[in-house]
Protein backbone atom coordinates (compact mmCIF):
# COMPACT_ATOMS: atom_id res chain seq x y z
CA UNK A 1 0.00 0.00 0.00
CA UNK A 2 1.11 3.61 -0.91
CA UNK A 3 0.74 6.12 1.50
CA UNK A 4 1.10 9.72 0.50
CA UNK A 5 2.67 12.61 2.41
CA UNK A 6 -1.35 13.69 2.76
CA UNK A 7 -2.49 10.92 3.77
CA UNK A 8 0.19 10.12 6.18
CA UNK A 9 -0.45 13.65 7.81
CA UNK A 10 -4.02 13.00 7.79
CA UNK A 11 -3.75 9.30 9.72
CA UNK A 12 -1.16 10.84 12.30
CA UNK A 13 -3.78 13.61 12.93
CA UNK A 14 -6.47 10.74 13.79
CA UNK A 15 -4.53 9.20 15.72
CA UNK A 16 -3.63 11.17 17.63
CA UNK A 17 -6.58 12.75 18.15
CA UNK A 18 -8.09 9.43 19.11
CA UNK A 19 -5.42 8.45 21.39
CA UNK A 20 -6.11 11.78 23.19
CA UNK A 21 -9.70 10.82 23.60
CA UNK A 22 -8.98 8.13 24.48
CA UNK A 23 -6.82 9.54 27.24
CA UNK A 24 -9.47 11.90 28.53
CA UNK A 25 -11.49 8.92 29.22
CA UNK A 26 -10.16 6.73 31.40
CA UNK A 27 -10.05 7.75 35.42
CA UNK A 28 -5.92 6.78 35.69
CA UNK A 29 -5.72 6.96 38.83
CA UNK A 30 -7.84 4.29 39.61
CA UNK A 31 -5.54 2.57 37.62
CA UNK A 32 -2.54 3.22 38.19
CA UNK A 33 0.11 0.47 40.81
CA UNK A 34 0.34 3.25 43.32
CA UNK A 35 -3.49 5.14 43.95
CA UNK A 36 -2.84 4.05 47.45
CA UNK A 37 -0.11 6.84 47.79
CA UNK A 38 -2.88 9.23 46.50
CA UNK A 39 -4.75 10.35 49.32
CA UNK A 40 -5.06 13.93 50.23
CA UNK A 41 -2.16 14.94 52.74
CA UNK A 42 -2.79 18.05 53.68
CA UNK A 43 -4.03 18.42 57.88
CA UNK A 44 -5.42 20.53 59.49
CA UNK A 45 -2.25 21.29 61.55
CA UNK A 46 -0.01 24.02 60.27
CA UNK A 47 1.97 22.43 57.53
CA UNK A 48 5.02 23.63 55.47
CA UNK A 49 7.57 22.15 53.11
CA UNK A 50 11.21 22.13 52.68
CA UNK A 51 14.28 19.90 51.83
CA UNK A 52 15.85 17.12 53.03
CA UNK A 53 19.49 18.64 54.67
CA UNK A 54 21.63 15.12 54.07
CA UNK A 55 22.74 14.71 50.75
CA UNK A 56 22.68 16.72 47.39
CA UNK A 57 19.62 14.71 45.96
CA UNK A 58 17.18 17.32 47.09
CA UNK A 59 14.18 14.76 48.42
CA UNK A 60 11.49 17.13 49.47
CA UNK A 61 9.13 16.40 52.59
CA UNK A 62 6.16 17.98 54.15
CA UNK A 63 6.72 19.26 57.35
CA UNK A 64 3.23 19.24 60.03
CA UNK A 65 4.09 21.46 63.29
CA UNK A 66 1.34 22.32 66.09
CA UNK A 67 2.17 24.85 68.69
CA UNK A 68 5.27 25.34 67.57
CA UNK A 69 6.55 21.98 67.36
CA UNK A 70 7.57 19.06 64.58
CA UNK A 71 4.73 16.60 64.63
CA UNK A 72 5.31 14.69 61.75
CA UNK A 73 7.58 14.64 58.52
CA UNK A 74 6.83 12.88 55.30
CA UNK A 75 7.85 12.57 51.87
CA UNK A 76 6.16 15.08 49.94
CA UNK A 77 4.04 13.16 47.03
CA UNK A 78 3.94 16.26 44.72
CA UNK A 79 7.94 16.45 44.63
CA UNK A 80 9.91 15.33 41.31
CA UNK A 81 12.44 13.98 42.89
CA UNK A 82 11.22 11.82 45.74
CA UNK A 83 7.48 11.19 44.84
CA UNK A 84 7.24 11.18 48.80
CA UNK A 85 9.42 8.16 48.92
CA UNK A 86 12.37 8.70 51.62
CA UNK A 87 15.82 6.83 52.74
CA UNK A 88 16.62 6.23 56.06
CA UNK A 89 18.23 9.54 56.79
CA UNK A 90 15.17 11.23 55.47
CA UNK A 91 12.86 9.35 56.89
CA UNK A 92 14.62 9.97 60.56
CA UNK A 93 14.72 13.88 60.30
CA UNK A 94 11.87 14.39 62.79
CA UNK A 95 14.25 12.10 65.30
CA UNK A 96 16.77 14.64 65.23
CA UNK A 97 15.01 17.72 65.80
CA UNK A 98 15.53 20.26 68.70
CA UNK A 99 12.12 19.28 70.85
CA UNK A 100 12.88 15.51 70.48
CA UNK A 101 12.09 14.33 74.17
CA UNK A 102 14.54 11.40 73.62
CA UNK A 103 17.41 13.89 72.14
CA UNK A 104 20.54 14.70 74.23
CA UNK A 105 21.00 17.68 75.48
CA UNK A 106 24.10 17.86 77.31
CA UNK A 107 27.16 15.24 76.73
CA UNK A 108 27.65 12.47 78.84
CA UNK A 109 31.17 11.09 80.18
CA UNK A 110 31.52 7.53 81.61
CA UNK A 111 34.88 7.86 83.88
CA UNK A 112 37.50 4.98 83.13
CA UNK A 113 36.38 1.80 85.20
CA UNK A 114 32.85 3.42 86.10
CA UNK A 115 29.63 1.45 84.78
CA UNK A 116 27.38 4.78 84.81
CA UNK A 117 27.21 7.58 82.49
CA UNK A 118 27.30 11.01 83.90
CA UNK A 119 25.94 14.70 82.68
CA UNK A 120 28.20 17.08 82.14
CA UNK A 121 28.92 20.53 80.61
CA UNK A 122 29.87 21.51 77.28
CA UNK A 123 32.76 23.61 78.01
CA UNK A 124 34.57 20.71 80.26
CA UNK A 125 33.58 17.61 77.72
CA UNK A 126 35.03 19.95 74.51
CA UNK A 127 37.88 21.00 76.58
CA UNK A 128 38.73 17.07 77.53
CA UNK A 129 37.85 16.03 73.90
CA UNK A 130 40.95 18.97 73.19
CA UNK A 131 43.35 17.94 75.39
CA UNK A 132 43.63 14.39 74.22
CA UNK A 133 43.48 15.30 70.33
CA UNK A 134 46.46 17.44 71.16
CA UNK A 135 48.34 14.83 73.12
CA UNK A 136 47.99 12.29 70.20
CA UNK A 137 48.77 14.42 67.48
CA UNK A 138 51.98 15.81 69.21
CA UNK A 139 53.01 12.21 70.24
CA UNK A 140 52.66 10.74 66.88
CA UNK A 141 53.39 14.20 65.05
CA UNK A 142 56.05 13.28 61.57
CA UNK A 143 57.54 16.08 60.30
CA UNK A 144 59.43 14.57 57.26
CA UNK A 145 59.54 11.04 55.94
CA UNK A 146 62.29 9.42 54.37
CA UNK A 147 62.51 8.16 51.03
CA UNK A 148 66.16 6.61 50.15
CA UNK A 149 68.27 9.56 50.65
CA UNK A 150 65.96 12.69 50.90
CA UNK A 151 64.11 13.37 53.87
CA UNK A 152 60.92 15.09 52.71
CA UNK A 153 58.46 17.21 54.71
CA UNK A 154 55.34 15.90 55.12
CA UNK A 155 53.98 17.24 58.69
CA UNK A 156 51.32 14.79 59.47
CA UNK A 157 50.04 12.78 62.26
CA UNK A 158 48.73 8.87 60.90
CA UNK A 159 47.00 8.37 64.62
CA UNK A 160 43.55 10.01 64.47
CA UNK A 161 41.57 9.34 61.61
CA UNK A 162 38.35 11.08 60.63
CA UNK A 163 35.03 9.33 60.01
CA UNK A 164 31.91 11.04 58.50
CA UNK A 165 28.39 10.44 58.97
CA UNK A 166 25.39 10.53 57.05
CA UNK A 167 24.09 13.29 59.36
CA UNK A 168 25.69 15.47 58.30
CA UNK A 169 25.13 17.95 55.81
CA UNK A 170 27.94 19.57 52.99
CA UNK A 171 28.39 22.48 54.93
CA UNK A 172 29.79 20.57 58.22
CA UNK A 173 31.55 17.91 55.74
CA UNK A 174 33.51 20.90 54.40
CA UNK A 175 34.17 22.01 57.72
CA UNK A 176 35.16 19.39 59.13
CA UNK A 177 37.57 18.38 56.72
CA UNK A 178 38.86 21.18 56.60
CA UNK A 179 39.58 21.09 60.70
CA UNK A 180 40.71 17.47 59.90
CA UNK A 181 43.64 18.96 57.50
CA UNK A 182 44.55 21.99 59.47
CA UNK A 183 45.47 19.22 62.17
CA UNK A 184 47.59 16.92 60.06
CA UNK A 185 45.31 14.27 59.43
CA UNK A 186 45.35 12.11 56.30
CA UNK A 187 42.51 9.51 56.94
CA UNK A 188 39.36 10.99 56.50
CA UNK A 189 36.76 8.98 55.38
CA UNK A 190 32.94 9.28 54.79
CA UNK A 191 30.17 6.72 54.20
CA UNK A 192 27.60 9.29 52.85
CA UNK A 193 25.44 7.55 49.64
CA UNK A 194 23.09 9.01 47.40
Not at 39 to 57: A, F, Q
Not at 62 to 75: F, Y
Not at 76 to 93: F, L, Y
Amino acid sequence: MELSRRDFLRLSGTATAGGLLIYKALDLKTASADSSIVVDLHKPIGEGYTICPYDGSGCGFLVASEDGKVVNIEGDPEHPVNQGAACAKGASMRQLGADNPRRLAKPKYRAAGSPDWEEVEWGWALGEIAKKVKATRDGHWMATEKDGDVDYVVNRTEAIACLGGAALDNEECYLLSKMMRGLGLVYLEHQARI
